[in-house]
């Protein structure tokens, strides 16, 4: 695999099985870990393009706008440092989290812990099997989180795949004990409605409250049936996680949320949220929901309760996630258009579909309102055998800035700076060609975060990869060190 920089190419507009590695064949023995769609979040099988399209794909390649397949290319400030093919864990890469020198993976057959001491040449620590997708994770003190949206025989390890219509079916969230990052224990686990697409943390001294995002795909789903128009909060008590409940379901959308419209096939009817995003420096909370976006003041983290909302039913497919900048004045939305499985990072679908949306609030307490300014989406387009939409991203903390770095699938992973909301820009990017020059296969980077001066991505297929930015623009960051990061709990950079 060659490396080269291009700093000028544009193109066209249950019980835990901590895993050793060399024991694989013996530890996967539980059943595959069945998604609810999003509409996507995860590799489809390889689907035949058509005959136009593939010879698009191979001309772009010859002509040098498409890196060739599986080709690392990117800009003159970027570097790419390492890459860990994936071990003993062969599911869909998914979200990180981090604390001091470590990372965490998740990954739809369990999750990964990595050493980053020394980011040049990250080492496995341990990995844990614990099948139930997606496995979004996240940390706070020694409690690891897991998110589970797949109907499983039990909330145990071992868990197989079960079908939705078995009334002892579970989703939810799982507990963990990091204490050990050599032999994380499992603790305890909570049954959530429509079980745990993705979860936010909002922690204080004695309590880690969960913010459960989940949603009923439609009413074919026995498990999960429209209306759910609100999200599962779970208190954990720290010195004692096995007490960890529900506590309350606050339903956001009374009215119902964006119900649809025939004339807008594409936007996505609200029957939940996808994802949230708190900042509990500021009290405020920013929630991704299909159909919605909303900011929400917490206060009061057991009663959160929604200030403004805004739909976008000309651009907007499905409202994915959310990103506040420092200062909590502005939000960036993203939209997941084809569910992270199709390719719309091209010129048919436009600049404005399947892009980042930026926001600015105005206006102060609960009279606070989202603006809209602009759209963001990268300049660079992909084949069309590569799924391409804005995923998960975080801020990089440079002073003076607004700058963040971002996950596009087979997009790769783009810096952008938002500074100014009207005109946003990539000042940076790194990408792999596509996994296929004949077909469309899913993969590309799902999570790529920033974190103590060096950015993190957690690639689908190929595994986890270590960048570096150097940039006048963003090297204010590198001096920014924090001691636990989990991006859907903002922290409080200024």
């Known amino acids: 695999m060659t490396s080269t920089h291009r700093p000028t190419r544009r193109r066209r507009p249950g019980a835990v099985a901590v895993v050793v590695l060399g024991m694989l064949a013996a530890l996967f023995t539980a059943g595959p870990a069945a998604a609810t769609p999003d509409p996507g979040d995860s590799p489809r099988a390889p689907k035949k393009v058509s005959e136009r399209d593939r010879a698009q794909t191979e001309e772009a390649i010859r002509q040098g706008d498409i890196p060739g397949q599986d080709e690392i290319v990117h800009s003159d400030n970027m570097s790419h440092l390492a890459n860990l093919p994936k071990g003993a864990l062969q599911g869909t890469n998914s979200d990180l989290a981090f604390q001091g020198e470590y990372a965490f993976a998740g990954n739809y057959d369990g999750f990964t812990v990595y050493d980053i001491s020394r980011p040049k040449s990250p080492k496995v620590v341990s990995q844990v099997l614990c099948p139930g997708s997606q496995n979004d994770v996240s940390v706070s003190g020694n409690l690891l989180f897991l998110s589970t949206d797949s109907s499983r025989s039990d909330n145990s390890c071992e868990s197989q795949t079960a079908p939705a219509t078995e009334k002892s079916s579970w989703e939810g969230m799982k507990i963990f004990d990091i204490s050990d990052k050599k032999s994380p224990k499992y603790v305890s686990a909570v049954e959530t409605s429509c079980g745990s697409h993705t979860h936010t943390l909002v922690p204080d001294r004695k309590n880690v409250y969960i913010y459960v995002s989940s949603y009923s795909p439609d009413a074919s789903f026995p498990d999960c049936q429209p209306p759910h128009d609100g999200i599962s909060i779970v208190k954990v008590p720290r010195k004692q996680p096995k007490k960890a409940k529900v506590i309350d379901f606050p339903v956001l959308f009374p009215d119902g949320g964006f119900p649809g419209d025939p004339d807008k096939p594409r936007a996505s009817e609200t029957t939940g949220c996808h ?220």
């Open 275 to 494: 994802d949230i995003t708190s900042y509990p420096k500021l009290k405020l909370a920013a929630g991704a929901c299909m159909g919605d976006g909303i900011l929400m003041d917490i206060k009061n983290p057991e009663k959160p309760r929604v200030l403004d909302r805004v739909e976008d039913t000309e651009n907007f497919a499905f409202w994915h996630s959310a990103t506040f900048n420092k200062t909590g004045e502005k939000v960036i939305f993203t939209d997941e258009l084809g569910g992270g499985g199709a390719p719309t990072c091209n010129a048919e679908t436009g600049d404005e579909k399947g892009a980042d949306g930026i926001y600015d609030l105005k206006g102060e307490g609960d009279k606070r309102k989202l603006v809209f300014k602009s759209y963001f989406k990268i300049p660079r387009h992909q084949a069309e055998t590569e799924n391409c939409v804005a995923h998960n991203g975080s801020l990089i903390p440079a002073k003076g800035r607004d700058i963040m770095v971002q996950a596009w699938y087979q997009g790769g992973v783009s810096v952008w700076d938002f500074t100014d909301s009207a005109e946003p820009r990539e000042i940076g990017y790194f990408e792999r060609g596509p996994i296929s020059e004949t077909s469309l296969v899913g993969g590309g980077s799902w999570s790529a975060y920033y974190y103590n001066g060096h950015i993190y991505s957690n690639d689908m297929t190929k595994g986890f990869d270590v960048l570096r930015i150097d940039d006048r623009r963003t090297d204010s960051a590198k001096g920014v060190r924090m001691s636990e990061l989990n991006v859907q709990t903002q922290p409080d950079y200024r």
